[in-house]
């Protein structure tokens, strides 16, 4: 005799739950075996304003992209439906900031998922940490200076964020020369090389 079928429970579903990126975010709900981009399934109407560099899940509903030319777009499903919200040209973010969006990390102090952290790479201004509380982005670089305050994170390539689920206050970056922490929300930065090359 053969075992009854059940249908897969929610946690199965979000399990099979992939992305990746191209010229437009893809999504898979079987783990790979089928694709579609979103939110249209149409080249044109899925396009970003570049590659995607980076993407992160806040939720099965909820997924961030980042590009190659500073967009960041936000994707939510409702019902069968995904719908696309570009967040780059929200208040406070520079205007034209055209740096890669090489990571992009949910705040854990936000329950609906829309806060989040980025870190851009490039060169040519200090402020490579931001964050998005779901209105309006904030530099969360150090200190507001022309970038020499001891405090600050250096003017070189970022690549990863992360925020400590424990202690969500807590931030830790990789870049190109070390990696840096804060404990708090990176309103001030310090090296924290612990022997690290």
């Known amino acids: 005799p053969s075992c009854p079928q059940t249908n897969p429970s929610v946690a199965e579903q979000e ?44 939720a099965a509903t909820k997924l961030y992209a980042g ?17 696309q919200i570009r967040l780059d040209n929200q208040s406070g973010l520079p205007a034209n900031f055209a740096l890669p969006v090489t990571d992009i990390a949910i705040d854990p102090q936000d329950d609906t998922g829309n806060s989040i952290y980025i870190t851009f790479g490039g060169s040519g ?23 020499s305050n001891q405090a600050n994170l250096l003017d070189i390539q970022h690549n990863a964020i992360v925020v400590d689920p424990l202690f969500p206050n807590h931030l830790y970056v990789g870049a ?7 404990a708090d929300r990176g309103n001030t930065w310090q090296p924290c090389s612990k022997g690290l090359p």
């Open 15 to 58: 399990a099979n739950l992939v992305a990746f990126g191209s010229e437009r975010p893809w999504i898979s709900n079987d783990f790979g075996e089928t694709w579609q981009s979103i939110p249209t399934n149409t080249l044109n109407g899925d396009k970003l304003n570049g590659r995607i560099k980076s993407l992160t899940f806040a």
């Open 67 to 83: 590009t190659m030319k500073g967009g960041i777009y936000r994707f939510d499903k409702q019902e069968d439906q995904w719908q």
């Open 125 to 147: 201004d200090y402020r490579h940490v931001w964050h998005f509380n779901g209105t309006q982005w904030e530099s969360r670089s150090g200190p507001p200076s022309n970038g």
């Open 176 to 182: 190109d020369i070390g990696v840096w922490y804060s």
